[in-house]
């Protein structure tokens, strides 16, 4: 069955993509799910409009987060968290506070998920994936968009 791709889907394509998939799938997952519609003479003209569309988008979407990228490299963040005398902290410092107050800082939201608390960058502290349970100084990646990436520190103190 041919279809034309109204979502960007990971592993099939993106948007105004024309592609073949098995009858079942195309109907009973992409169709009902508003992610795709079946490709006819007209649909597939609209496939253009859409792609073109998307295109723009991307681009405008893409100049956004290099913009707010440039903003990333120069902002520390700060944060107070109780702590022990050793510094280990009694509630860890989570992506979902670093990404809140990053998306005040530089004027856009930044979703959790981008962010990447990297064991390797930080200096010398403890920062395991989801969480930092150090205080101290923490070098952090974000991934605003696929290839837009900045690192900014973060600092914890007790």
Known sequence: MKIILLQNIKDLGRIG????????????YLIARGLAKLATETTMKEAEFLKK?????????NEKAKEMAEKAKNIILEFTKKASKTGKLFASLTKEEVAEELSKA????I??????FDPSTSSGHQAHGEHIKQ?????IGVELIPGVK???KVVVKS
Request: no cysteine; proline share 3%.
């Open 53 to 61: 569309k998307n295109e723009v988008e991307e681009k405008i979407v």
């Open 135 to 139: 205080a101290g100084e923490h070098m």
């Open 111 to 116: 979703d959790p998920d981008s962010i990447d």
């Open 150 to 152: 900045a690192e900014l």
């Open 17 to 28: 993509d024309i592609k073949n998939v098995a009858d079942g799938y195309g109907r009973n």
């Open 106 to 109: 530089v004027g856009g939201k």
